[in-house]
């Protein structure tokens, strides 16, 4: 049996490995694969491949770019989540602040530097015609952490996944003021590439079980009140996100790629580019 570590958010987006991994899809194929939920997200998945805590990692797309700009030893061998990721603009809802303009020269709060909070506070500014160079951050580390700061006003928005967040603008915690999409596929599956390169087939057996979940997924029997439940969200809140949502099972393309890298690259959130390897020939 071959140990496999794997990490990822404990989000909806997440489920089809779950799946996989109750039904004994791996282990069917000899693999032991350990998922490790990661609520810190992105910044802290990116340090664990890095630091070989984990062997690979369903992951926003901007965030290992970044890291892997910045010479972290990963290759992104796969599209996880195609269509873009809906990141939600939320304050305290006690607070002052109505529309997004309010939140011009304010401080975010982010999950950890490199994070994707991080990342699309960037994107956000950049869209509204802020200055960038303005931004200011408050380390959170989670939404927990997020609902303290902005509660005690040590910052002032934070920007997370608008479904995963409604429940805490349901309760009358957070307000929402806007929505910023990625324009980007938001998940791809990255891997170690000391790993890959000696586990190429396993990685590639993985790759096909969880393809052959997330292509029938939308099919499963009562899938709506399944996330709804495990998720703590509304069954009409699961279904408009289902609708959106786009499994992918195909790499990320050079074009893709460029395109990606070009957008970071602009905003300033990288400073150098990486090239581009086509992992498929690995596997």
Not at 122 to 141: K, P, R, T
Not at 156 to 181: A, I, S
């Amino acid at each position: 049996m071959k140990t496999v570590k794997i990490a990822g958010v404990p989000e909806h987006f997440n489920l089809p490995w779950h799946l996989c991994i109750e039904n004994g899809e791996f282990e069917a194929e000899n693999i032991d694969l350990q998922w490790k939920d990661i609520p810190e997200g992105t910044g802290k998945m990116c340090q664990m491949l890095q630091d070989g805590e984990t062997d690979l990692a369903v992951i926003l797309t901007e965030g290992i770019l970044k890291d892997i700009a910045a010479g972290n030893p990963s290759k992104i061998v796969q599209i996880y989540v195609q269509s873009p990721l809906i990141w939600g603009i939320h304050v305290d809802a006690n607070s002052d602040y109505q529309t997004l303009k309010d939140l011009k020269n304010k401080k975010a709060a982010i999950s950890r530097i490199g994070s994707g909070s991080q990342l699309m506070a960037y994107v956000n500014a950049n869209e509204q015609g802020w200055e960038i160079d303005d931004l200011e951050f408050e380390i959170v580390n989670t939404i927990d952490g997020a609902v303290e700061a902005l509660g005690a006003k040590k910052a002032d928005y934070f920007m997370w996944e608008r479904f995963m967040t409604k429940p805490l603008v349901d309760r009358g915690v957070f307000r929402r003021v806007g929505d910023c999409p990625t324009p980007w596929p938001s998940f791809v599956i990255a891997v170690r590439e000391e790993f890959l390169k000696k586990n190429a087939k396993t990685v590639e057996k993985i790759l096909e079980i969880i393809n052959k979940t997330t292509v029938d997924f939308k099919g499963i029997p009562e899938i709506d009140k399944t996330l709804a439940e495990l998720f703590n969200q509304k069954a009409e809140d699961i279904q408009e996100w289902l609708q959106l949502t786009q499994w992918s099972q195909k790499n990320l393309t050079e074009k893709a790629f460029d395109k990606i890298q070009n957008q970071l690259f602009d905003l300033g959130i990288i400073d150098k580019k990486s090239i581009f390897v086509e992992t498929v020939k690995a596997l």
